[in-house]
């Protein structure tokens, strides 16, 4: 029954969370697997909005298999200070190309390295996070050599439009 005086519930527009990753090989877009591992997405966004990425090297480069960042020593030694635990429940938990997942030296010392695939690895699954996937830019992936730079890493979030909303308007 409607009731004059309760407050209407409104609706939540849908968003999508995401980041920008700069480097001096090109632009990705990354979009993440805030359901799987929201731990480690909110770690990687505070160190993002805290400009920690910013002007970090690539300093793990495996051809075929992986490139590595994330380290403030430069040399795959540093880490935020801190550990996170490690999530991996869920069936996004699979490295396939594109995919971002945090590096660690044993299972829950993760802190702010991560790896992205450049084609699939198996021997990763049930071992390492994956928290995210590169959505555009794929093509300059193969392109990262030891020595390249992340520039900057911008988070964004932006509305959803629902797709029937769309489709009716003319």
């Known amino acids: 029954m409607f009731n004059p005086f309760k407050k209407p519930v409104e609706e939540e527009t849908p968003k999508r969370l995401y980041v920008r990753l700069l480097t001096s090989v090109g ?14 997405v909110k770690n990687f966004i505070r160190l993002a909005k805290a400009g920690f990425y ?17 380290c403030p020593k430069g ?15 869920g069936p996004k938990q ?23 695939c450049l084609s699939r690895q198996v021997q990763f699954d049930g071992n390492h996070t994956c928290f995210g996937k590169i959505t555009k830019g794929l093509e300059h ?7 390249d730079t992340i520039l900057s890493v911008e988070v964004r979030l932006e509305a959803i439009q629902a797709a029937s909303a769309v489709e009716g308007e003319n």
């Open 141 to 147: 992936l193969d392109q990262v050599a030891l020595g």
């Open 54 to 70: 910013d002007g970090l090297k690539f300093h793990r480069v495996l051809a075929g298999v992986l490139v590595q960042t994330g």
């Open 94 to 116: 699979q490295h396939e190309p594109g995919v971002l997942s945090m590096a660690h030296t044993g299972r829950d010392m993760g802190g702010s390295q991560f790896f992205i």
């Open 27 to 40: 632009e990705f877009e990354i979009d993440f697997f805030a359901d799987e591992a929201p731990s480690t």
């Open 75 to 89: 040399d795959g030694t540093g880490n935020p200070g801190y550990h996170i635990k490690c999530e991996l429940g």
